[in-house]
């Protein structure tokens, strides 16, 4: 990563709209950024695709962002909206559940502990596109339900119905995956 120093020198170019800047920005950032859309897209291709839009925004409104505060932040939250829009642009975002209190579901934390990043992350790309969103401005993002219902143009209740249906759905691939996992190793072990 660059230092501070040398972001803002790119920012500056960015804003000069030099080719140069925008090729280091887009280099330095590509992986944070990309780490931000595979979590909303249902595969790699969908995530670029994402990430590109979402830099073409950054480098068309560069000149807005405050450089007294966090870079990274700015462009984790273009990255997000760019990945919102673009589910509700191929109408993938279909919330029809609303309901007012749910119990979470619980999980057996050494289940998840033995998974690795990528599995979790096929799991969670494997969401319907609406389960997957509401998931990820919750658990991943820190969003509150009021906030997420704002966002996502829905009610609490449906933001609420929608985790709990996404972290219910998780449970069980998880579960069904490291029995196979188990399964398997029985099988080699006999």
């Known amino acids: 990563m660059q230092d501070l120093t040398n972001i803002n020198d790119l920012i500056a170019g960015c804003c000069k709209k030099e080719r140069s800047s925008q090729e280091a920005l ?7 950024g990309l780490s931000i859309c595979l979590r909303y897209a249902q595969n790699r291709e969908e995530a670029v695709e994402i990430l590109n839009d979402g830099f073409l925004k950054i480098f068309n409104h560069i000149q807005s962002f405050d450089t007294s505060r966090s870079f990274k932040t700015w462009l984790g939250k273009i990255m997000v909206n760019t990945s919102i829009d673009f589910l509700r642009s191929k109408k993938r975002l279909i919330f029809m559940d609303d309901i007012s209190q749910v119990a979470e579901p619980t999980t057996d934390e050494t289940t998840i502990d ?13 969401l319907p596109p609406a389960y997957r969103t ?29 985790l709990f249906k996404a972290k219910k759905i998780l449970k069980e691939r998880i579960i069904k995956s490291s029995m196979n996992i188990a399964d398997g190793i029985d099988i080699n072990m006999h």
């Open 134 to 162: 509401v998931f990820n401005l919750y658990v991943m993002e820190g969003f509150q339900h009021q906030e997420i219902a704002a966002m996502l143009r829905i009610s609490e209740g449906t933001s609420k119905s929608n």
């Open 114 to 126: 033995k998974l690795s990043y990528e599995e979790l992350l096929r799991h969670v790309q494997a």
């Open 26 to 32: 887009y280099r330095n950032f590509f992986g944070y």
